[in-house]
């Protein structure tokens, strides 16, 4: 990220560091680039004496080969780092769902009343990192009853009830709300498919901060379109950019965001801050943020 790296190169001198290049023995490897191509299985392959490698991003499936190559590796990614711009996007699309935002947005006469308040809704979060967690926050501020479903029933803050995933069926019935924030793996890939939202609420409405491999988006389609569904807002999509021709786009009742709930104007003095923290942790042998597990991918 070239915006970043004039005040992330200064502090990192400030905290001790020496910048050097991938030919010069570098003990820690720090991708700034957001998703941009970079041969770094051959940095690593070149320089076995690297023990750290921060990644840019809070997803890195695009990283999963190369966390199985190099598996002993200190791991670390942006998770988290993130959490409050995109926790704020997640509430824009759930109130916009729920509003009917998109259809009077494309409004050219006054129309009838709709929509519906947050209030006093059930909703269901998926996931278990910050942008979940930023998410639940948001929610409770609206008086609302909210399940966290994670890989572990290990409790969320501000969440009413916390729940491991052999319980998303249970949280999902008669849910009014889901915020997927979840990560993309095998075994999430279409978490979201017709059977589970044909257990939400009539009128219930999704919210897809995560990735949009974690819904089934032609199931999605026809529940918007029947009208089980009361809205969709997704900020995520597969495969990115959605196609024009994609059914979704022509449904007034789906609100689609180009992958935007964190912008590079947001991320980038976000990223910085997570860098020259992990810096300190590395350079201190303390504990160091957004650990990542190989074997789990995120």
């Given at each position: 990220?070239p915006?970043?790296?004039?005040?992330?190169?200064?502090g990192?001198r400030?905290?001790g560091a020496?910048?050097v290049?991938a030919?010069?023995?570098?003990?820690?490897?720090?991708?700034t680039?957001?998703?941009?191509?970079?041969n770094l299985?051959?940095?690593?392959?070149a320089?076995p004496?690297v023990r750290?490698v921060?990644?840019?991003?809070a997803?890195?499936?695009?990283?999963s080969e190369?966390?199985?190559?190099?598996p002993?590796?200190t791991?670390?990614?942006?998770?988290?780092?993130?959490?409050k711009p995109v926790?704020?996007h997640?509430?824009a699309?759930?109130?916009?769902?729920?509003r009917?935002?998109?259809?009077?947005?494309?409004a050219?006469?006054w129309?009838t009343e709709?929509?519906i308040?947050?209030n006093?809704?059930?909703?269901?979060?998926?996931?278990?990192g910050?942008?979940?967690?930023?998410?639940?926050?948001?929610?409770k501020?609206?008086d609302?009853h909210?399940?966290?479903v994670r890989?572990?029933?290990e409790?969320?803050?501000?969440?009413?009830?916390?729940?491991a995933?052999e319980?998303l069926d249970q949280a999902?019935?008669g849910?009014?709300?889901i915020?997927?924030?979840a990560?993309?793996?095998p075994?999430t890939?279409?978490l979201?498919?017709?059977?589970r939202?044909?257990?939400?609420?009539?009128?219930?409405?999704?919210?897809?901060?995560?990735?949009g491999?974690?819904?089934?988006q032609a199931?999605?389609?026809q529940?918007?379109s029947?009208?089980?569904?009361?809205?969709?807002?997704l900020?995520?999509?597969?495969?990115?950019?959605?196609?024009?021709?994609?059914?979704l786009?022509?449904l007034?009742?789906?609100?689609?965001t180009?992958h935007?709930a964190?912008?590079?104007?947001?991320?980038?003095?976000?990223?910085r801050?997570?860098i020259?923290?992990?810096?300190?942790?590395?350079?201190a042998g303390e504990p160091m943020?957004?650990?990542?597990?190989?074997?789990?991918?995120y």
């Amino acid at each position: 990220m070239p915006e970043a790296a004039p005040e992330l190169a200064a502090g990192l001198r400030e905290q001790g560091a020496e910048l050097v290049g991938a030919d010069e023995q570098p003990e820690g490897v720090i991708v700034t680039g957001m998703f941009k191509k970079l041969n770094l299985t051959e940095v690593l392959e070149a320089n076995p004496q690297v023990r750290w490698v921060q990644l840019p991003s809070a997803g890195i499936e695009l990283y999963s080969e190369i966390l199985q190559r190099f598996p002993d590796l200190t791991w670390t990614s942006a998770k988290g780092a993130y959490a409050k711009p995109v926790g704020e996007h997640a509430l824009a699309l759930t109130l916009a769902a729920l509003r009917g935002l998109k259809s009077r947005a494309l409004a050219t006469s006054w129309g009838t009343e709709g929509g519906i308040s947050l209030n006093g809704l059930r909703c269901v979060v998926v996931g278990g990192g910050g942008v979940a967690a930023e998410i639940v926050r948001l929610y409770k501020a609206f008086d609302t009853h909210v399940t966290v479903v994670r890989r572990t029933s290990e409790p969320v803050e501000h969440a009413d009830v916390t729940v491991a995933f052999e319980g998303l069926d249970q949280a999902l019935q008669g849910a009014h709300v889901i915020a997927l924030a979840a990560a993309a793996t095998p075994t999430t890939r279409h978490l979201l498919n017709a059977e589970r939202l044909g257990l939400l609420a009539d009128g219930g409405v999704v919210a897809n901060v995560g990735r949009g491999s974690l819904v089934d988006q032609a199931a999605l389609a026809q529940a918007l379109s029947s009208g089980t569904l009361r809205g969709a807002g997704l900020d995520v999509t597969e495969p990115e950019p959605l196609p024009e021709t994609d059914p979704l786009w022509g449904l007034e009742n789906c609100l689609i965001t180009p992958h935007t709930a964190d912008t590079t104007e947001m991320v980038v003095p976000l990223l910085r801050e997570r860098i020259l923290a992990n810096h300190r942790r590395f350079s201190a042998g303390e504990p160091m943020l957004g650990l990542v597990d190989p074997a789990q991918g995120y």
